[in-house]
């Protein structure tokens, strides 16, 4: 049992399955099933065409868009692109693991074909020359890139409000945010706009939308992926995650875009792991698939200041684990709370140091002035938005002499605190849980003049980063808000490089839960048919 001071509550179980009791489904739906499988097995049937799946979602795409407003930019190849898949599959030839696959990339992710401004003004209709090698790898493996999504500007942010173009809505609920920076991709995958999408996390910035629009995000370990070609916010934080609808598409998304790179020196050498052979069907699980797994449930995640029907989701989750296996104890991490302000201090000053480029003469739209101090700071003032502004000035400060030893210094020495917990942790734990978010999705603007109270929301997820570690976010249940339910995310932490690990528990634990369809009401009905 969970060893804690209050006794959680538990569920009934039917066999080993999970029933969510915060939901509205009147049947109980089938398990996610890998959208990505499903379709190389129907076109290579020739049971559908690659044509006729492109039109399908972008139709979806043109219904649903004027009310989300997921994408910044929707490719016009995306046909032409398909057409080429059925004349492989007409002649015969190989197709790639990603053939067909329509997949969102979030707009600080370079693609050489179609714009990249980071969700900025200042880099408004700028084409990089290249493909991110993460872009690069899927378009090898025959992946369609649908188009860019919407992101709070350069990743300041954790709601998509920040986008200096367009504020993405949430699909469970369009008054409410889809959380961010990836919430252009988080929404896209939510409302099937595309297959799967890539997002970058730095401080949550996968993992927080996707708890909050109920799909699979992926944060892997620092180094699993290549950055080159994702704009930098915080070099030693940043990284390219995976969003899916299933845990099985995450993972092979994952496996496509991972390995070593030439172009990025922080690129890991570690051999990729065939991810795809974690995921065991739901009919060839027995009743204790996860028996002898050691879970630990930070304790600091559950307690003041966290939404208590997120605090009973989780709850739900960690009793769910322990009937399909698992032995669960509470763990404490005692540098948790420190790790908010120390990622805001390194994140903030690098972020200082990376954007210095965007002066109107490297990179950026150029104002016309007499002088080059004023064409810099007249070219900066007009292309960054508020947030960024203040993130470059808050990390400028703690970087400055009289403060460096104050601030920044004392933050990187907060960060060995913290990952010293976590191994400390995971050496008694093989994986780790907490929610995502301290609460739901939240209502649009309702956070956007309160940065403080926005910047306490990436508690849960910023320690992660820190650390360098992996993390899986599935959604477990539902909070009922006032109009309708919204979903829950729980967050599994690993040992560096054991994506692995945390792909066969996420897998086992979706498909044997009961009752939940993370299928929002803005396509449910259109889906169901």
């Not at 959208?35 to 039109?55: F, M, N, P």
């Not at 714009?115 to 900025?120: D, E, F, V």
């Not at 739901?282 to 996860?290: F, I, N």
Request: proline letters at 5%; aromatic letters at 6%; glycine letters at 8%.
């Amino acid at each position: 049992m969970l060893s804690s001071v209050q006794t959680p509550r538990l569920l009934r179980f039917q066999s080993f399955s999970l029933k969510c009791l915060h939901t509205h489904p009147t049947t109980t739906p089938p398990p996610p099933h890998s959208q990505i499988l499903t379709i190389r097995k129907s076109l290579l049937s020739r049971e559908i065409s690659a044509v006729d799946l492109a039109g399908t979602f972008l139709n979806r795409l043109r219904n649903t868009e004027p009310h989300l407003k997921s994408f910044l930019y929707v490719s016009d190849v995306v046909l032409k692109e398909a057409e080429e898949i059925d004349r492989k599959i007409a002649e015969n030839e190989e197709l790639g693991p990603l053939a067909g696959v329509l997949v969102g990339v979030k707009d600080n992710i370079c693609t050489s074909d179609m714009p990249s401004t980071a969700g900025s003004k200042i880099l408004e209709n700028y084409r990089p020359p290249f493909d991110a090698t993460a872009v690069g790898k899927m378009k090898k493996c025959g992946a369609i890139v649908i188009g860019k999504t919407n992101m709070d500007e350069f990743g300041m942010g954790s709601t998509t409000e920040g986008s200096g173009y367009q504020v993405t809505a949430n699909p469970w609920d369009l008054s409410r945010v889809p959380g961010g920076s990836s919430g252009g991709s988080a929404a896209a995958v939510s409302a099937r706009q595309c297959m799967v999408s890539l997002g970058s996390d730095t401080g949550g910035s996968v993992r927080q939308p996707a708890s909050f629009c109920g799909v699979v995000g992926l944060k892997p370990t620092y180094g699993r992926v290549s950055r080159y070609g994702l704009v930098a916010y915080a070099s030693s934080l940043d990284v390219i995650g995976c969003f899916g609808s299933s845990v099985a598409d995450a993972g092979i998304l994952l496996h496509a875009i991972s390995g070593h790179d030439k172009f990025d020196a922080t690129s890991s050498k570690k051999e990729v792991p065939d991810f795809a052979s974690q995921f065991t069907a739901r009919d060839h699980l027995d009743s204790k698939p996860l028996k002898g797994l050691r879970v630990g449930l930070i304790r600091e995640t559950i307690e003041d200041g966290v939404d208590p029907d997120v605090i009973s989701s989780i709850r739900d989750a960690a009793s769910h684990l322990e009937e399909l296996g698992c032995t669960v104890t509470e763990v404490s991490l005692p540098s948790f709370s420190l790790g908010l302000p120390a990622y805001y201090i390194l994140a903030s000053s690098e972020s200082s140091s990376n954007l210095s480029r965007y002066d109107g003469i490297r990179y950026g739209k150029q104002v016309f002035a007499d002088e080059l101090n004023s064409l810099y700071g007249e070219s900066r003032a007009g292309g960054l938005g508020s947030e960024v502004k203040m993130r470059i000035l808050m990390g400028t400060y703690a970087l400055s002499a009289g403060y460096y030893d104050a601030y920044y210094k004392r933050a990187q020495q907060v960060r060995t605190l913290v990952r010293e917990s976590f191994r400390a942790a995971l050496d008694e734990n093989d994986i780790l849980i907490s929610p995502a978010a301290p609460s739901a999705a939240y209502k649009i603007g309702e956070k956007k003049n309160d940065p403080l109270s926005m910047y306490a929301g990436d508690i849960m997820t910023v320690n992660v980063n820190l650390a360098g570690l992996p993390a899986l976010v599935l959604p477990c249940g539902f909070v009922n808000s006032s109009s309708v339910a919204l979903p829950v995310g729980v967050q599994m932490i690993s040992a560096a490089f054991e994506e692995e690990k945390l792909l066969k528990v996420g897998h086992i634990f979706e498909q044997t839960l009961q009752g939940c369809s993370f299928i929002p009401p803005l396509v449910a009905d259109e889906l169901a048919c």
